[in-house]
């Protein structure tokens, strides 16, 4: 009996190391949100819920934005190692001299410039001198893409004559309470759902087909500083996130009870007390809201892409628009060639 557990002791001693080696090499990943947790960011949740980030060696920390932050402050800062954002807002931190690095492109969706029916608005010329939602107001980014499809189909127009709302990310509410005549920049997934149940008849004009680069994406970035630091560890982030792309394509109804499931754990619902189940009104806003949800989560299925790159062509076009369009000065744009704060070395 003794050398039977002797030699079993033995046997298993490898594998007790392995798994305790295994548990050591787990690197931890604070990855930061451009926005709050929404169906845009499903790869990250189904990558934590199916354990791809463990099975490629990581423990990925997602931290939301209490409000508006400079993500590459906080990497340099170490409060994050990684961060999402949009491709236009990486161009345009590059060319203030920031230090940025994108690296992965996760998420591809149609948006542009939204509008109600109601507002008389048909084709792009025809928001000349219109008021525009944007959050970035009153800066030029908002009359920039606005002006950009106008003078696409053909229309003259001062862009001065813009009236400019700020309305945060609530796009929707800002055309429902007639505060603005059209809104920017919008994402058919999210915004255009959410006019649909909120029983707004709205339309948009896509980005892609009214002379605008097509930046409605979210990419991947860190500085550069870090990224040669982590760069294994941020090749794993990308290959598990990858995996999770493939699992939400092949199994969306499991993709989307994953979502479900992570939320609840990290936003429990607010307590509610006997009344509100009593209460039919509270009973159809819960149901209202749940069905809204569900809407969005099918409308951002197909929009996770399997290739990861970002081609140089895009880039190039988006920092060409920016000057052409006033935001970045062309001696900027000529320091901050896409090379600099774009790589796909490790997206393939």
Request: proline fraction near 6%; charged fraction near 25%; glycine fraction near 6%.
């Amino acid at each position: 009996m003794y050398r039977f557990n002797e030699l079993t002791c033995l046997l298993l001693f490898p594998l007790f190391i392995s798994i305790t080696s295994s548990k050591e090499e787990v690197f931890k990943l604070k990855l930061g949100l451009e926005w709050f947790l929404n169906p845009d960011h499903m790869p990250i949740v189904v990558a934590i819920e199916e354990g791809y980030f463990e099975d490629f060696g990581l423990d990925v920390e997602v931290i939301e934005p209490t409000d508006h932050w400079d993500a590459d402050k906080e990497i340099l800062a170490g409060t994050l190692d990684v961060a999402t954002t949009e491709p236009l807002h990486l161009a345009q931190d590059a060319a203030k001299g920031k230090s940025v690095l994108g690296f992965s492109r996760f998420f591809h969706t149609d948006g542009g410039v939204m509008f109600l029916e109601s507002s008389g608005i048909t084709r792009p010329k025809d928001m000349c001198g219109k008021t525009i939602q944007y959050p970035g107001s009153p800066g030029p980014g908002g009359p920039a893409i606005v002006q950009t499809m106008v003078e696409a189909d053909g229309g003259v127009c001062d862009v001065e004559s813009y009236g400019k709302f700020n309305n945060g990310f609530y796009h929707t509410d800002a055309l429902k309470d007639g505060n603005a005549d059209v809104a920017t920049l919008m994402f058919y997934n999210f915004e255009m759902i959410e006019a649909e149940q909120k029983g707004l008849r709205a339309n948009y004009f896509s980005l892609k087909d009214w002379g605008v680069p097509d930046f409605c994406q979210l990419v991947l970035f860190t500085t550069p500083e870090r990224y040669s630091e982590l760069k294994p560890h941020l090749r794993n982030l990308v290959l598990a996130m990858r995996k999770a792309t493939s699992f939400i394509h092949r199994n969306p109804k499991l993709a989307m009870r994953d979502y479900a499931a992570y939320t609840k754990r990290v936003s429990p619902p607010p307590a509610r007390n006997l009344l509100s189940f009593l209460n039919p009104f509270a009973w159809a806003r819960n149901l209202k809201a749940k069905k809204a949800e569900l809407a969005t989560m099918k409308a951002t299925l197909p929009a996770f892409p399997n290739d990861n790159t970002l081609s140089g062509d895009f880039n190039d076009k988006l920092m060409s628009w920016l000057v052409q369009s006033g935001q970045v000065g062309e001696a900027e744009a000529k320091l901050t060639q896409p090379s600099k704060y774009y790589t796909n070395e490790i997206a393939t």
